[in-house]
C-alpha cells in the first residue's frame, strides 16, 4: 500500500487526525461491519480520545472536503468513490486517532492487519513530521518578520537622523552664504 493512498484516508476531525472505520476496513482486508464487531467486543481498549462516532455533519464536511480534493486532483477520485453516501445516524462511520488505529493492532492479528497497521503508524509519524517541520518553518518566518520590524525601525531612525543632519547642513549653508549686513 503505498504511504500516498494511506494519508488521503487521514482526516482531521474534533483537531485529531483520523481515520475512519470503512477505511480501515479496506485497508486490512475485512468488512467494516467485522472490524466494528471487533472493536465492540474490545470497547474497554477504545476510550473517546482513541475512538469515536463521528456526528452527521462532520461526516458532510469530510464528504465536501473529498469532493473538493476530486475536483483538484484526479487521484483523489479514488477516495470519494469509497465513501459510503447512503449512512444514516445508527450507521455513522468510527473514527480512529493515531492511538486508536494502534490499538486495533491488537485486536485484529491477521497478517495483513499488522502489516498494514505498521504502514499506518509510519504514515501518523509522517503526517507528524511534516505538521511539525510546517511549525518550525512558520515560527521561523515570524522571526524574521520581527527582526525585519526590528531592521526597519532602526532603519527609521538612520534616515530621520541623516535627514536631521543634512537638514541642519543645509541651514548652516544657508546662514553662511546669506548677505551679510553691518560693518565690515
Do not use: C
Not at 473529498?66 to 475536483?71: D, I, K, P, Q, S
Not at 518578520?145 to 527609521?156: F, T
Request: aromatic content about 8%; cysteine-free; hydrophobic content about 40%.
Amino acid at each position: 500500500m503505498h504511504q500516498q493512498k494511506i494519508e488521503t484516508k487521514i482526516y482531521e476531525v474534533r483537531g485529531h487526525k483520523v481515520m475512519l472505520d470503512f477505511d480501515l476496513a479496506e485497508l486490512y482486508e475485512v468488512e467494516t461491519r467485522v472490524l466494528n464487531q471487533a472493536v465492540k467486543r474490545n470497547l474497554i481498549r477504545f476510550p473517546e480520545d482513541f475512538m469515536f462516532q463521528l456526528e452527521s455533519f462532520e461526516y458532510e464536511n469530510i464528504k465536501s472536503l473529498a469532493n473538493a480534493m476530486t475536483e483538484n486532483s484526479s487521484s483523489q477520485s479514488v477516495m470519494i468513490a469509497n465513501l459510503p453516501q447512503n449512512r444514516t445516524n445508527k450507521y455513522l462511520p468510527y473514527a480512529f486517532t493515531e492511538q486508536g488505529v494502534a490499538m486495533l493492532s491488537g485486536i485484529l492479528r491477521s497478517t495483513k492487519a499488522i502489516n498494514m497497521n505498521i504502514a499506518i503508524m509510519r504514515v501518523f509519524v509522517e503526517v507528524r513530521r511534516i505538521v511539525a517541520k510546517q511549525t518550525d518553518l512558520k515560527e521561523q518566518l515570524n522571526e524574521i518578520k520581527e527582526k525585519l520590524g526590528e531592521h526597519d525601525a532602526q532603519l527609521n531612525e538612520i534616515y530621520m537622523a541623516m535627514e536631521n543632519f543634512i537638514n541642519e547642513k543645509s541651514e548652516q549653508r544657508k546662514w553662511d552664504e546669506r548677505k551679510k549686513i553691518g560693518f565690515v
